[in-house]
């Protein structure tokens, strides 16, 4: 198999590392308790495609065993922990890590900027297909539209605001909830399920800014990302609650 491109980051951990072997990626299972380069660029590729693997130290530890399970499970097969065959089978060892990420985030930026609907000023705040409909859902209502996973993990801000939340929420998991005013209008876009959240309380972002990397906490089955859109301020009842679409051309 290939080898990793390898970032500074990595490069740094190598020289660190408690012990560096010959084989390259790919070539030797990697598993709990081993100490080698190999790791660190397991972990810095696991990082960057969001699956939080730990710092890229070349120990294979409990939260590179946790990213690995991660990855596995969204891609549906052996949930082991053990980064062997099946697991390399799904990357792709040749993309460089940290540019390669840059890249998808630019990438996502540009697709936001032009995804606007009817002049609304919102946009499409991840690239995937739309795996769930705003609307009734079983027994219940579904306040939003779920994006599924489509190649790029990142999460952008579907339009400029003001970070109003950005934490964990029964249900939702790890959430960001922005504020944006337009045309003198107030409005409100919530982002759940998310793996990571880059932005902080009170933080100012642009449209297009990536806030976040799509996940699988909270009540969820699959990595997706839930996306509302609310007239208003957002609140436990849902009740300023509309159709994205009714915004955002998905």
């Given at each position: 198999?290939?080898k ?62 946790q ?19 099946e ?137 997706h990302?839930h ?24």
């Open positions: 198999m290939k990793f491109v390898m970032s500074s980051a990595v490069a740094a951990a190598i020289l660190f590392a408690p012990s560096v072997a010959d084989a390259s990626i790919g070539d030797q299972n990697l598993k709990s308790g081993m100490k080698d380069s190999d790791v660190s660029e397991l972990q810095q590729w696991l990082n960057d495609k969001g699956y939080e693997a730990g710092p890229v130290d070349g120990i294979f530890g409990p939260l590179t065993k990213g690995v399970e991660s990855f596995q499970a969204a891609q549906s097969i052996s949930v082991d922990g053990v980064a062997g065959p697991t390399f089978g799904e990357m792709n060892l040749g993309e460089s890590s940290t540019g390669e990420r840059s890249s998808e985030d630019s990438d996502n930026k540009a697709v936001a900027a032009e995804s606007t609907y009817n002049g609304s000023g919102f946009a499409l705040p991840a690239s995937g297909p739309v795996t769930s409909e705003y609307g009734q859902r079983g027994s219940g209502t579904h306040d939003g539209i779920d994006i599924g996973y489509g190649g790029s993990p990142s999460i952008s801000a579907s339009a400029a605001g003001t970070v109003t939340y950005a934490g964990t929420m029964n249900g939702y998991g790890n959430t960001i909830i922005l504020e944006h005013t337009l045309n003198g209008q107030t409005y409100n876009t919530l982002y759940a399920h998310l793996n990571s959240i880059h932005v902080s309380n009170g933080e100012a972002v642009s449209q297009g800014e990536s806030i976040g990397v799509m996940g699988n906490t909270g009540r969820s089955t699959g990595r990302l996306f509302e859109v609310h007239e208003g301020a957002w609140n436990g009842a849902k009740s300023n609650a509309v159709n994205p679409r009714s915004y955002v051309s998905f």
